[in-house]
Structures are given as C-alpha cells and as structure tokens.
C-alpha cells in the first residue's frame, strides 16, 4: 500500500491563503457605503484693496456725514479724517481716527474719489514730507480742501492746532491757538469733479508733494479699514450716510468712550450712545425751566464738528 505524499504545511503561507479566500468571498458582494456630503465653505471675507489696487466705480460716493472729533488719546498721533471706500455691496464708511504716524515729519494726506472717463476713481491716501492734493475735499479738523491746519511737526515732536483740533491738554501739552480762514467753499461733497463735486485743481505745492516718496497705510490702518469693511452697519445702504461709528479715538477699535457717531445716526443696540445717560419720564423728576435762565453753552470739543 503506497503512501500519498503530502506537501509539507508551510506557516509563512497562512497569510497569503486567508487574503485570497477574503477576495473570493468579496468577488461576489459589493457594498455600498454612504459618505456624508461635506459642508460647503464659508462665504470668503472681503479684503479691502491694497492701497495700489485701483478702485473704479459708477456711482457717486454719499456725503460726508458730519461729526465731533475725539480727543488725541496719545501725544504724536495724527487725525486720518474718516471717508468714504467701496466694496461689492456698496459704499462704506470708514471712521475717522487718530494714528501713530510711520516715521517722525511726515503727514497724511488723505484718500479722496475723483471722477475722470465717466466713473469714480479712489486715489489712496499716503504718508509723506508734505501734503498733496486730496480733491478739494473739506474732511474738516484743520484738513480744509487745500493742506493741514491742525498741526505741525516741531523738531521731533507734533505740535497740535487747538483751534481746529480735539486735544486733551493733561494728555498733550504741545499745543498752539491759530486761527484757520478757509478759502474754499464749505460742503459735505466727498469727491471731486463731475457733477456736483468740488472743481479743486492740484496747486504747484501739491504737484511738488506728488513727487515725494510716499509711505503707504500703516498696518493698523489697514486694520481699521477691513474691521470697517467687516462691519454691515457701516454700509451707507444700512446707515442712510450717517453712519453710528464717524470717529473711533484709536484705529480698529470701534466701541467704548473714543467712538464717535455721525449727527442724526440712528441708536442700535450694538452701537449704544457713548454719552447716552438715563432720562426721567415725561413729568416725572424733571426740574422746571428756570424763567430766563439761558441752557448753558456747548463746550468748545461738542461744537468742533467737521463742518
């Protein structure tokens, strides 16, 4: 009687025999699996153009709304007067501020539209040695349509014109009383040529002032317009052109003592009065009028508007 002869067991083959009965057990069956659908991706935010980026638009920016000027939180910082930018909803605005300057001597000349070819063309702001053409555009607080009334760069230091500038004397001691005569008709118009805008014309000192080396927005200004860009309440579709943060103390921060809002802007429960206070009921703790007591008067920060 023959013995059959047997392949000896191989232990290193056990693996190979298990997968290849797995995939013939499988070559019969496929099963579906439902993978969940991902979520779509969040709107992306609107980034503010660079301040090289040319901005053309066909529609008239809104009036400058009118509105007081904070106090200079800290000695050398320097007014950027609030303006209207556009974005794809619209124009909106973007609050006036104090901000600390690049470098010592140099001044801000502020942004403004100019209407050239049929449409409205954003010319950025810069730093620079001197003040360049900004439309004619009366942004007020010493920016009259033609250069700066509301301070001047003493040494190394910044001198504030208190009669057109909101400075806290026990904060900045560096000041100086000079009258400021405007030449130039004062309006609200926030751009120049076209119909209704100013008829300005840049002067040999401004053309000068175009060939100096310009510094660009600072990074908090930067800050300051995208935080505006970001905030629906700013938008002049929302505001009516009078927008419920004019002027902040300091850039980027919209809220608290330092923000300031537009005359006539509506209240919001985001953007409560910064000096709203308590009133009494009609009738009802109020002191009667004293007969020919005269209301006292506003002080002279409440009247320096920009108009």
């Not at 080396?213 to 935080?227: L, N």
Request: a positive charge; one cysteine or more.
């Amino acid at each position: 009687m023959q013995r059959s002869e047997r392949s000896p067991f191989n232990p290193a083959a056990l693996p190979c025999i298990v997968t290849l009965a797995t995939a013939a057990l499988l070559s019969g069956c496929v099963a579906e699996v439902a993978v969940p659908t991902p979520p779509p991706p969040p709107p992306a935010e609107y980034l503010a153009p660079a301040a090289g980026v040319a901005v053309t638009v066909q529609v008239a920016p809104p009036m400058l709304p009118v509105y007081a000027q904070p106090a200079c939180p800290v000695a050398g910082y320097l007014w950027t007067p609030g303006y209207w930018a556009w974005a794809p909803e619209g124009y909106y605005w973007v609050p006036g501020t104090w901000v600390q300057p690049p470098a010592v001597g140099v001044l801000w000349t502020p942004g403004y539209w100019g209407f050239v070819g049929g449409a409205y063309l954003w010319h950025a702001g810069y730093w620079g040695p001197h003040i360049g053409f900004y439309g004619g555009v009366h942004y007020g607080f010493g920016y009259t349509g033609v250069g700066y009334a509301g301070g001047r760069w003493v040494g190394s230091s910044f001198a504030y014109n208190q009669s057109v500038t909101n400075v806290n004397v026990t904060v900045v001691h560096n000041t100086y009383h000079e009258t400021v005569i405007n030449n130039v008709t004062v309006n609200r118009v926030s751009y120049n040529g076209g119909p209704g805008g100013t008829a300005a014309a840049p002067t040999s000192q401004e053309r000068m002032a175009a060939r100096d080396m310009h510094i660009p927005p600072t990074r908090m200004q930067q800050q300051h317009i995208q935080q505006a860009a970001a905030n629906p309440a700013l938008f002049a579709k929302a505001n009516g052109g009078r927008p419920a943060i004019a002027a902040t103390a300091r850039p980027a921060v919209f809220s608290g003592a330092g923000m300031v809002r537009a005359r006539g802007a509506a209240q919001t429960a985001h953007t409560p009065h910064a000096n709203a206070q308590a009133r009494p009921a009609k009738g009802k703790g109020r002191k009667p009028p004293v007969k020919g007591k005269k209301p006292p008067a506003k002080s002279k920060h409440e009247e320096n508007t920009n108009r």
